[in-house]
């Protein structure tokens, strides 16, 4: 029998990003989690072979019960929910929206942990829209959820500094391990009466969104700058990652680093470095709105990723060609 000094937390959570936070949860003395509810299992990549969720392949290994709703909000799974008598619903990149009539389940509160120092990045991609926006700082928010998106009252957040060469693949780890420490303190200090809620700022200048990210949207505009490319790349890697067209192929642009040098080349127009300074250090650019970006790892369709000078001894004919859509 849990003693009356454990919080009852149901917790809802899909992908790798809350796994820590479940994973902390599950091993800290004083909390119980007592259900957890998560996506549905889907086919997934080219087999198209059913995979569970990270979160649900977590909960199983603890023994904790499992429910996978379709909807949240049928009335099955809210029935289960309120069996579970949480003090707590813990939302962490769920997947789906909640009804009010969920959020008032919990005896004591329903908090979410978002990646992002919010108002700053409300929606669904916070990661991608803070390093793509050229930040230099982000974090986590734990909040009290209300039913707007992203609006509801703060409780705790902590930041870190988003590295020259972030990538969304390495902000996402730390910032899953940074929310749910966070996390954690949150519902400690909640239940004791350490924290208060406070509203969010409505300045709406500091207010920005961070819509779901579609796959097109990894298509580059060699217009824009070489450092606004590189960003894009860096914020949408490892997904929906970063493409643009050659001969009417598909070329995608895994990695690369923006040069603050002008040469003679339009925007989309690949150069070779031979015979210039740069070719120490790379050996193909191509040119942006400003100054020159150099793909370091690049990958046509139905080929292998390859490095630059690989690409290059693989692909004739590709310095001097246009790129673009």
Do not use: C
Not at 152 to 180: C, F
Not at 221 to 233: C, L, P, Q
Not at 255 to 280: F, I, W, Y
């Amino acid at each position: 029998m849990i003693a009356d000094t454990h919080s009852r937390i149901v917790f809802l959570g899909t992908p790798e990003f809350a796994v820590p936070s479940l994973d902390a949860l599950l091993h800290a003395p004083d909390m119980h989690v007592v259900g957890v509810v998560t996506q549905p299992d889907r086919p997934a990549g080219r087999g198209q072979a059913v995979r569970v969720s990270p979160v649900k392949a977590l909960a199983q290994q603890a023994g904790v019960p499992v429910i996978q709703p379709e909807k949240v909000r049928e009335e099955w799974a809210m029935a289960q929910i309120r069996e579970w008598a949480p003090d707590f619903l813990v939302v962490v990149a769920f997947g789906q929206i909640l009804r009010q009539e969920l959020l008032d389940v919990p005896r004591i509160a329903p908090i979410n942990v978002h990646a992002s120092l919010l108002p700053r990045w409300r929606g669904a991609a916070p990661i991608q829209a803070a390093i793509r926006a050229g930040d230099t700082y982000t974090g986590v928010t734990t909040m009290i959820m209300d039913a707007g998106l992203d609006t509801g009252p703060i409780l705790l957040q902590d930041s870190i500094p988003i590295a020259p060469q972030e990538t969304a693949e390495s902000l996402h780890d730390k910032l899953a391990v940074l929310g749910a420490n966070l996390l954690v303190h949150t519902l400690r200090w909640l239940r004791t009466g350490s924290i208060a809620p406070h509203p969010q700022p409505t300045d709406e200048s500091l207010i920005t969104y961070a819509p779901q990210l579609k796959k097109e949207d990894g298509l580059i505009d060699w217009t824009r700058s070489a450092t606004e490319i590189d960003r894009h790349v860096r914020a949408f890697t490892p997904w929906p990652g970063t493409y643009t067209f050659w001969n009417g192929q598909r070329l995608k642009i895994l990695a690369g680093r923006p040069l603050p040098v002008d040469l003679d080349v339009e925007p989309g127009e690949v150069a070779s470095t031979q015979g210039t300074e740069l070719a120490k250090i790379v050996p193909l650019v191509i040119g942006t709105g400003r100054h020159v970006y150099a793909p370091t790892q690049l990958q046509l369709a139905g080929r292998q990723a390859v490095g630059a000078a690989d690409f290059l001894n693989g692909v004739p004919g590709f310095v001097g060609s246009k790129l673009g859509s």
